[in-house]
């Protein structure tokens, strides 16, 4: 069934001729009332309040809602997930690399189920990881060992990022996300994690934290990657769209903003196929969106299957007009939260130019003025 799914084409890519003409024609339809929403809202297409960028940027997010550019600290909350510890699979996504946690300070034996979790040492543990990484960013230290360029502001936003960062008792979680949003430098959370892994008590707890901290934020990622179904059984994502959609509803109900994680790449799909995730995402009331680029990662059975020639990565050149092509049917109103992919340089296989990611978002940035083509140009509510 893998081997049908298969393909050792590149997705198609239609179409640059097709944005362009769909952009320039909603460009010309100044009265239409869907551009003066957007007008109004994001002052899109020529709004200061994207920054000069042809997209609505997380930066520029922040910049509007915060006043300040806001920086990411990445923190390890010491999970594992169902993917991975046999409770739905144990070899994980077919694309994930299985390093990226053990930074934790908190020993598994201290993360109590009993409602009564080690405070003290979660939240030192998480503590640590925020001094860390604001010292990253003030250009103290840096993972490289060379000094940083980057002077920042004082306003961050704690990511829990590796692995499935809801998959606890909600006792621990509770303490987790509260040492974090008691930092005075922490502006908000956003916690990555699976569909399959929020329920009505974590949505619940989260609407308490939510209280408590009036003026921060708190936002789940997803990591969905496509709509399609026969993509999800290959990448071994280990739940079905339906489950996604249950989880939005849940999060809906609870006013939580979501950010959606799709991939751009994945082996079988097409560019029709990419764009009917974006479509279907247009269509879910989320809040922001991760384009990410196919990595092929050392030691993953991605890699395996990549170097067996079971397909091809993307080239530059038609990732840039598939992530043109999705941002210009892309709401207008979405936050960007990435365009390129972030994996580890260390594990990288391919596309190695993928690496060099000021020259992928210049190139991005260009194209997309020379071509006319800006965040929704081509967007049909
Ligand atoms: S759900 Fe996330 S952490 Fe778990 S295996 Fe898949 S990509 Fe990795």
Redo the contacts with the bound molecule.
Sequence with gaps: MIESQLHKQTPQVSHKRVIDIDCERNHEMNSDKNIDRNVEKNGFPHSEHWYGKPYFSLDAYCKNTLGEKVYKIALDAGM?????DGSI?T???I???AG?SGEFAVAPSDRKTDGKPDKNSIRASVQEQIITGTRLFEGRQTTHGKLSRKHTGHRFIAYFQ???NTYAPVAYLKVLYDAALSEPCISGISI?T?PDCVSLEICDMLDQLRQKYPDKFIWIEL?LQTIHESTAVY????YPLSRFDRCMQLLHEHHIPAIIHVILGLPGETADMIMETIQYLNHCNIQGIKLQLLHVLKGTDLCTDYELGKFHVLSMDTYLDLVMECLSILSPDMVIHRLTGDGSKSLLVAPLWSSNKRLVLNTLHKEMKQRNITQGCAYRP
């Design positions: 594992t997930c169902p993917n991975r699979d070899r994980g996504c694309f994930c690399s990226g590796s692995y499935t990555a699976r990591g990448i071994r994502r280990g």
